[in-house]
């Protein structure tokens, strides 16, 4: 299984995002209120832990067949 490189790119991007709107919490009680801004931050919070986890996984997986001396440091993908 290979993936197109674009779509760690897109991922990683989107996660960069997510990233900053966490950084922006302080911001968010100004704006909404503390009610608000600890339901916005924990939702945050939850889709910056998937986005990553999810973009992790797809980085174990290499693009092309590893070359066997480094085949055993990718748990998944295309096997030599």
């Known amino acids: 299984m290979t993936i197109d490189p674009r779509v760690g790119m897109w991922i990683s991007i989107i996660a960069a995002l997510v990233s900053?709107?966490?950084?922006?919490?302080?911001?968010?009680?100004?704006?909404?209120?503390e009610g608000n801004t600890d339901k916005i931050l924990?939702?945050?919070?939850?889709?910056?832990?998937i986005i990553n986890g999810v973009n992790a996984v797809l980085h174990a997986i290499p693009a092309q067949t590893p070359?066997?001396?480094?085949?055993?440091?990718?748990?998944?993908?295309?096997?030599?």
Request: aromatic share 8%.
């Open 42 to 49: 924990a939702a945050l919070g939850i889709v910056n832990a």
């Open 67 to 80: 070359a066997p001396a480094t085949a055993h440091q990718f748990l998944l993908g295309p096997k030599p």
């Open 20 to 33: 900053a709107l966490l950084l922006c919490g302080a911001e968010f009680t100004t704006i909404f209120g």
